[in-house]
């Protein structure tokens, strides 16, 4: 089993930052993915961003140029850098963890709310 803690959600402005942190623990492979996803009222889940526990980072297409993605191996952590943010990056964002293809694994979510 592997239990994902976010940290870093809350209200901003448009054109703030946050930052988004989720640790893992648990049974923590050496390969993995780590990353997230997020979920606005009344829409499926989309993906944000992934990392690779070897460095490669993926970014879906409305947040490249605003959104960075990094991981610290040592610490089994994720981060996202969220910039330049807008209204329609409010949602609830969930830290994510997959080994292999079958085993993923899900954190409770944090509340990113983008508001004047």
């Known amino acids: 089993q592997v239990q994902l803690v976010e940290s870093g959600g809350g209200l901003v402005q448009p054109g703030g930052s946050l930052r988004l942190s989720c640790a893992a623990s648990g049974s923590i492979f050496n390969s993995n993915v780590m990353g997230w996803y997020r979920q606005a009222p009344g829409s499926q889940r989309e993906l944000v961003a992934l990392i690779s526990s070897g460095g490669t980072g993926t970014l879906t297409d409305s947040v490249k140029g605003r959104f960075t993605i990094s991981r610290d191996n040592a610490k089994n952590t994720v981060s996202l850098q969220m910039n330049s943010l807008k209204p329609e990056d409010t949602a609830v964002y969930y830290c994510?963890?997959?080994?292999?293809?079958?085993?993923?694994?899900w954190g409770q979510g944090t509340q990113v709310t983008v508001s004047s």
């Open positions: 994510y963890y997959r080994v292999g293809t079958a085993s993923v694994y």
